[in-house]
């Protein structure tokens, strides 16, 4: 059974820092795109950031030159370094995992509150 569990989350103050990791067990996590999403309150869920299995990575532009996505196929982990934040990246961040092309399905964490105060 796949499993994806995100720590790193907290309290910080805008221009801090925080590393979000997400731990994937169950399967093998080498060939899909690990992604996060955030949703805060009121909002929908949406994209932030995703690396494919080539190491390549997209970024929203709303984070784009603060956030860095990485993985590390050998730990089943994958991690999102968050700079420079500020209050509107408050949210629960959710880390995602999408495997197969002509029929994409999604793996979903359980989430991590981040919360930025000004």
């Known amino acids: 059974q796949v499993q994806l569990v995100e720590s790193g989350g907290g309290l910080v103050q805008a221009g801090g820092s925080l590393r979000l990791s997400c731990a994937a067990s169950g399967g093998t996590f080498s060939s899909g795109v690990a992604g996060w999403f955030r949703q805060a309150p009121g909002k929908e869920r949406e994209f932030v950031a995703r690396?494919?299995?080539?190491?390549?990575?997209n970024y929203a532009n709303s984070v784009k030159g603060r956030f860095t996505t990485s993985r590390d196929n050998a730990k089943n982990t994958w991690y999102l370094q968050m700079n420079s934040l500020k209050p509107e990246d408050t949210a629960v961040y959710y880390c995602?995992?999408?495997?197969?092309?002509?029929?994409?399905?999604?793996?979903w964490g359980q989430g991590t509150q981040v919360t930025v105060s000004s």
């Open positions: 995602n995992y999408r495997t197969g092309i002509v029929v994409p399905f999604d793996y």
């Open positions: 690396i494919w299995s080539s190491g390549t990575p």
